[in-house]
Protein backbone atom coordinates (compact mmCIF):
# COMPACT_ATOMS: atom_id res chain seq x y z
CA UNK A 1 0.00 0.00 0.00
CA UNK A 2 0.88 3.69 -0.28
CA UNK A 3 3.12 5.27 2.56
CA UNK A 4 5.14 8.23 3.22
CA UNK A 5 8.35 8.42 5.52
CA UNK A 6 9.41 11.51 6.33
CA UNK A 7 12.78 12.72 8.80
CA UNK A 8 12.11 12.00 12.02
CA UNK A 9 12.54 14.79 14.84
CA UNK A 10 12.83 16.84 16.61
CA UNK A 11 14.53 19.57 14.86
CA UNK A 12 16.28 22.38 16.45
CA UNK A 13 17.42 25.30 14.78
CA UNK A 14 18.25 28.70 15.59
CA UNK A 15 16.38 31.71 13.58
CA UNK A 16 17.59 32.69 10.21
CA UNK A 17 18.88 28.84 9.54
CA UNK A 18 18.19 26.93 6.76
CA UNK A 19 15.75 24.28 6.94
CA UNK A 20 15.15 20.23 5.34
CA UNK A 21 13.07 18.18 6.30
CA UNK A 22 12.91 15.17 4.10
CA UNK A 23 10.06 12.94 2.92
CA UNK A 24 10.19 9.91 0.76
CA UNK A 25 6.89 8.18 -0.50
CA UNK A 26 5.98 4.44 -1.96
CA UNK A 27 2.57 4.41 -4.04
CA UNK A 28 1.05 2.96 -6.95
CA UNK A 29 -0.31 5.38 -9.59
CA UNK A 30 0.57 9.13 -9.90
CA UNK A 31 -0.33 10.54 -6.18
CA UNK A 32 -0.16 14.36 -5.45
CA UNK A 33 2.16 15.42 -2.57
CA UNK A 34 1.13 17.76 0.30
CA UNK A 35 2.86 19.58 3.18
CA UNK A 36 0.83 20.03 6.38
CA UNK A 37 1.60 22.21 9.47
CA UNK A 38 0.06 21.46 12.76
CA UNK A 39 0.98 24.58 15.05
CA UNK A 40 0.64 24.07 18.82
CA UNK A 41 -3.11 23.23 20.00
CA UNK A 42 -4.10 23.84 16.50
CA UNK A 43 -5.62 21.51 13.82
CA UNK A 44 -3.76 20.53 10.06
CA UNK A 45 -3.25 23.26 7.92
CA UNK A 46 -2.26 22.47 4.31
CA UNK A 47 1.18 24.49 3.94
CA UNK A 48 1.85 23.53 -0.04
CA UNK A 49 1.35 20.99 -2.49
CA UNK A 50 2.22 19.75 -5.67
CA UNK A 51 0.23 17.48 -8.19
CA UNK A 52 2.98 15.91 -10.59
CA UNK A 53 6.59 15.84 -11.24
CA UNK A 54 8.77 18.28 -11.24
CA UNK A 55 6.12 20.82 -9.74
CA UNK A 56 7.15 22.90 -7.25
CA UNK A 57 4.95 24.24 -4.17
CA UNK A 58 5.89 26.91 -2.16
CA UNK A 59 4.29 29.08 0.47
CA UNK A 60 5.17 31.19 3.53
CA UNK A 61 8.93 30.92 2.07
CA UNK A 62 8.63 27.22 2.21
CA UNK A 63 9.13 25.29 -0.96
CA UNK A 64 9.22 21.69 -1.93
CA UNK A 65 9.67 19.90 -5.62
CA UNK A 66 7.90 16.69 -6.57
CA UNK A 67 10.70 14.10 -7.58
CA UNK A 68 9.11 11.56 -9.03
CA UNK A 69 12.78 9.62 -9.89
CA UNK A 70 14.06 9.66 -6.02
CA UNK A 71 10.47 9.51 -4.97
CA UNK A 72 10.91 12.09 -2.93
CA UNK A 73 8.76 15.83 -1.80
CA UNK A 74 11.66 17.62 0.91
CA UNK A 75 10.50 20.96 2.39
CA UNK A 76 12.96 23.38 2.32
CA UNK A 77 12.74 27.07 4.26
CA UNK A 78 16.03 29.43 3.40
CA UNK A 79 15.67 31.38 6.70
CA UNK A 80 13.23 29.60 9.60
CA UNK A 81 12.05 32.04 12.03
CA UNK A 82 10.51 31.13 15.83
CA UNK A 83 6.88 31.18 14.37
CA UNK A 84 7.81 28.50 11.92
CA UNK A 85 7.67 26.30 15.06
CA UNK A 86 5.18 23.55 14.44
CA UNK A 87 4.80 19.66 14.00
CA UNK A 88 5.24 19.16 9.73
CA UNK A 89 3.75 16.83 8.03
CA UNK A 90 4.15 15.33 4.73
CA UNK A 91 1.19 13.25 2.56
CA UNK A 92 0.29 11.82 -0.11
CA UNK A 93 -2.99 11.26 -1.76
CA UNK A 94 -3.64 8.26 -3.55
CA UNK A 95 -4.95 8.34 -7.59
CA UNK A 96 -7.79 6.88 -6.21
CA UNK A 97 -11.89 7.91 -6.31
CA UNK A 98 -11.28 8.78 -2.53
CA UNK A 99 -8.90 11.11 -2.70
CA UNK A 100 -7.88 9.33 0.88
CA UNK A 101 -4.22 10.52 2.36
CA UNK A 102 -1.48 8.96 3.54
CA UNK A 103 0.56 10.90 6.19
CA UNK A 104 3.90 10.37 7.58
CA UNK A 105 4.66 10.49 11.11
CA UNK A 106 5.60 13.99 11.23
CA UNK A 107 8.21 15.86 12.38
CA UNK A 108 8.70 18.51 14.89
CA UNK A 109 10.72 21.73 13.88
CA UNK A 110 11.35 24.12 16.84
CA UNK A 111 12.78 27.36 16.35
CA UNK A 112 15.15 29.09 19.15
CA UNK A 113 15.76 32.85 18.74
CA UNK B 1 -12.49 31.57 3.33
CA UNK B 2 -14.56 28.69 4.17
CA UNK B 3 -14.18 26.37 7.32
CA UNK B 4 -14.84 23.30 8.56
CA UNK B 5 -16.17 23.40 11.50
CA UNK B 6 -15.98 20.78 14.56
CA UNK B 7 -17.85 20.52 17.89
CA UNK B 8 -16.75 20.13 20.79
CA UNK B 9 -13.31 20.74 21.05
CA UNK B 10 -12.85 19.00 23.83
CA UNK B 11 -14.68 15.79 25.41
CA UNK B 12 -14.62 13.76 28.18
CA UNK B 13 -16.10 10.49 28.41
CA UNK B 14 -16.70 7.57 30.44
CA UNK B 15 -15.00 3.86 28.83
CA UNK B 16 -18.37 2.38 27.21
CA UNK B 17 -20.05 5.40 27.11
CA UNK B 18 -21.37 6.27 23.47
CA UNK B 19 -20.13 9.82 21.96
CA UNK B 20 -21.06 11.75 18.90
CA UNK B 21 -18.50 14.10 17.11
CA UNK B 22 -19.94 16.89 15.27
CA UNK B 23 -18.66 18.61 11.98
CA UNK B 24 -19.64 21.01 9.43
CA UNK B 25 -18.12 20.42 6.19
CA UNK B 26 -17.44 23.48 3.75
CA UNK B 27 -20.62 23.33 1.92
CA UNK B 28 -19.95 22.57 -1.94
CA UNK B 29 -17.49 19.91 -0.86
CA UNK B 30 -18.15 16.89 -2.08
CA UNK B 31 -16.11 14.56 -0.09
CA UNK B 32 -15.70 13.99 3.31
CA UNK B 33 -13.22 12.36 5.90
CA UNK B 34 -12.70 11.46 9.39
CA UNK B 35 -9.17 10.76 10.55
CA UNK B 36 -7.26 10.58 14.15
CA UNK B 37 -4.35 11.10 15.69
CA UNK B 38 -3.21 9.76 19.00
CA UNK B 39 -1.06 11.73 21.03
CA UNK B 40 2.80 12.30 19.66
CA UNK B 41 1.54 9.43 16.86
CA UNK B 42 0.67 9.96 13.08
CA UNK B 43 -2.36 11.14 11.60
CA UNK B 44 -4.66 7.81 10.48
CA UNK B 45 -7.36 7.68 7.75
CA UNK B 46 -10.58 6.19 9.53
CA UNK B 47 -13.00 6.78 6.73
CA UNK B 48 -14.17 8.39 3.48
CA UNK B 49 -17.85 9.44 2.47
CA UNK B 50 -18.94 10.19 -0.60
CA UNK B 51 -22.66 10.65 -2.29
CA UNK B 52 -24.19 9.24 1.39
CA UNK B 53 -22.61 6.07 1.72
CA UNK B 54 -18.79 5.14 3.01
CA UNK B 55 -16.70 4.88 0.18
CA UNK B 56 -13.56 3.48 2.05
CA UNK B 57 -12.80 2.82 5.79
CA UNK B 58 -9.48 1.86 7.15
CA UNK B 59 -8.79 -1.78 9.59
CA UNK B 60 -9.40 0.97 12.68
CA UNK B 61 -13.16 1.72 11.64
CA UNK B 62 -14.72 -1.34 12.88
CA UNK B 63 -17.81 -2.13 14.05
CA UNK B 64 -17.96 0.49 17.20
CA UNK B 65 -17.51 3.28 14.76
CA UNK B 66 -20.46 4.50 12.14
CA UNK B 67 -20.78 7.97 10.36
CA UNK B 68 -23.88 9.91 9.27
CA UNK B 69 -24.53 13.01 7.25
CA UNK B 70 -28.43 13.44 8.75
CA UNK B 71 -29.02 16.65 7.03
CA UNK B 72 -27.02 17.86 4.44
CA UNK B 73 -25.09 19.48 6.27
CA UNK B 74 -23.36 17.51 9.16
CA UNK B 75 -21.42 15.14 9.17
CA UNK B 76 -20.79 12.71 12.40
CA UNK B 77 -18.84 10.37 13.92
CA UNK B 78 -20.41 7.80 16.31
CA UNK B 79 -18.13 5.62 18.34
CA UNK B 80 -20.54 3.45 20.25
CA UNK B 81 -18.95 1.74 23.16
CA UNK B 82 -15.76 3.90 23.83
CA UNK B 83 -12.14 2.29 25.09
CA UNK B 84 -9.60 4.03 26.94
CA UNK B 85 -7.32 3.36 23.38
CA UNK B 86 -9.67 5.91 21.50
CA UNK B 87 -8.62 8.64 23.22
CA UNK B 88 -7.15 10.77 20.47
CA UNK B 89 -7.80 14.03 18.29
CA UNK B 90 -9.97 13.32 15.97
CA UNK B 91 -9.99 15.28 12.80
CA UNK B 92 -13.02 16.32 10.07
CA UNK B 93 -11.90 17.50 6.96
CA UNK B 94 -14.13 17.80 3.17
CA UNK B 95 -12.31 18.15 -0.20
CA UNK B 96 -14.00 19.00 -3.34
CA UNK B 97 -11.09 18.87 -5.78
CA UNK B 98 -7.91 16.26 -5.22
CA UNK B 99 -5.72 18.62 -6.55
CA UNK B 100 -6.57 21.90 -3.46
CA UNK B 101 -6.09 18.55 -0.53
CA UNK B 102 -8.41 18.78 2.20
CA UNK B 103 -9.62 21.44 4.17
CA UNK B 104 -9.53 20.01 7.87
CA UNK B 105 -11.05 21.26 11.40
CA UNK B 106 -9.62 22.32 14.17
CA UNK B 107 -10.07 18.53 15.61
CA UNK B 108 -11.55 17.35 18.75
CA UNK B 109 -9.84 15.62 21.83
CA UNK B 110 -11.92 12.79 22.90
CA UNK B 111 -10.47 11.74 25.96
CA UNK B 112 -12.06 8.32 27.73
CA UNK B 113 -11.36 8.06 31.24
Known amino acids: GDSVTQMEGPVTLSEEAFLTINCTYT??????LFWYVQYPGEGLQLLLK?????DKGSNKGFEATYRKETTSFHLEKGSVQVSDSAVYFC????????????FGKGTLLTVNP | EPEVTQTPSHQVTQMGQEVILRCVPI?????FYWYRQILGQKVEFLVS????????KSEIFDDQFSVERPDGSNFTLKIRSTKLEDSAMYFC???????????FGSGTRLTVV
Open chain 2, 49 to 56: FYNNEISE
Open chain 2, 27 to 31: SNHLY
Open chain 1, 27 to 32: ATGYPS
Open chain 1, 50 to 54: ATKAD
Open chain 2, 93 to 103: ASSGNRDRGYT
Open chain 1, 91 to 102: ALSDGGSNYKLT
